[in-house]
């Protein structure tokens, strides 16, 4: 059973850092998509960053380019997502999701109707 666990999450002031991690266990699979996903109160879940860990290729959403680092650790099999400059607007649910095995082609786009695994996220919120 495949099992997505995130932590990291809290409370930030305008322009600090915050690193995610989602603990993956239960896939056996090597080459998938792996993804970050937020979901703020009253807006629609957005895709914000993604690996594909056959070819460690890294995709990020028009509004978290520049300042949001997506990495995998292989060894534990983390993933992980470094926020720098937080802005108010990136307040949100955060989620870490896991695509079918060999879906390479749905990393790019990091659409959530792609994804059928998910963790039950981590409450990130950036006040100023």
């Known amino acids: 059973q495949v099992q997505l666990v995130e932590s990291g999450g809290g409370s930030v002031q305008v322009g600090g850092s915050l690193r995610l991690a989602c603990a993956i266990s239960?896939?056996?699979?090597?080459?998938?998509?792996v993804a970050w996903f937020r979901q703020a109160p009253g807006k629609e879940r957005e895709g914000v960053a993604a690996?594909?860990?056959?070819?460690?290729?890294?995709y990020y959403g028009d509004s978290v380019k520049g300042r949001f680092t997506v990495s995998r650790d292989n060894v534990q099999n983390k993933l992980y997502l470094q926020m720098n400059s937080l802005r108010p607007e990136d307040t949100a649910v955060y989620l870490c999701?896991?695509?079918?095995?060999?879906?390479?082609?749905?990393?790019?786009?990091?659409?959530?109707?792609?994804?059928?695994?998910w963790g039950k996220g981590t409450q990130v919120t950036v006040s100023s």
């Open positions: 239960g896939y056996t699979d090597r080459d998938y998509c």
């Open positions: 690996i594909y860990t056959g070819t460690n290729s890294k």
């Open positions: 999701a896991a695509g079918p095995p060999g879906g390479w082609a749905i990393c790019p786009s990091i659409m959530s109707k792609y994804f059928a695994l």
